[in-house]
């Protein structure tokens, strides 16, 4: 597995890296991530936000889904958390409330814009029709 942080490239994650880089992290504006070197959809991550509750999320390539534990927890309980993914141990997962996060839908997956660029298409091509035919007859 690869570790990386703000300030620590990726380097092949050990459990002293771990704790070293929960010691170093900047704990109002950092993250740590750890991710399996098979997938880029396998990880576990932390942001670290001035005023905002400790919440990892994780992601399986399997599922392509992002999850965020739903209650916040301590740092030692995250530290631990990683250490556990790092062993792949499946209690990681189990112990913990996750949700599903809904990312932000794109601006074209909205129902009205599908639409709007439907009926917009149509009128063009009508009047590029109009206009040929009309071209050709006058």
Not at 99 to 126: H, Q, R, T, W, Y
Request: aromatic content about 12%.
């Amino acid at each position: 597995m690869q570790i990386e942080t703000e300030q620590t490239p990726v380097q092949t994650a050990t459990h002293s890296l771990i704790d070293e880089c929960f010691q170093r992290v900047d704990r109002e504006e950092g993250f740590i991530v750890l991710a399996k070197e098979t997938s880029e959809y396998d990880f576990l991550q932390v942001d670290f936000e001035a005023g905002s509750p400790l919440a990892p999320e994780y992601q399986e390539a399997t599922e392509k889904k992002l999850y965020r534990c739903a209650r916040a927890m301590t740092l030692e309980e995250v530290r631990n958390l990683f250490h556990d993914y790092l062993d792949q141990k499946t209690n990681w997962k189990t112990a913990l409330p996750w949700e599903e996060v809904n990312l932000a839908p794109s601006f074209f997956d909205s129902k009205l814009v599908k639409v709007i660029l439907v009926v917009g298409m149509m009128i063009v091509a009508m009047l590029g029709v109009w206009k040929f035919w009309s071209r050709c007859l006058g």
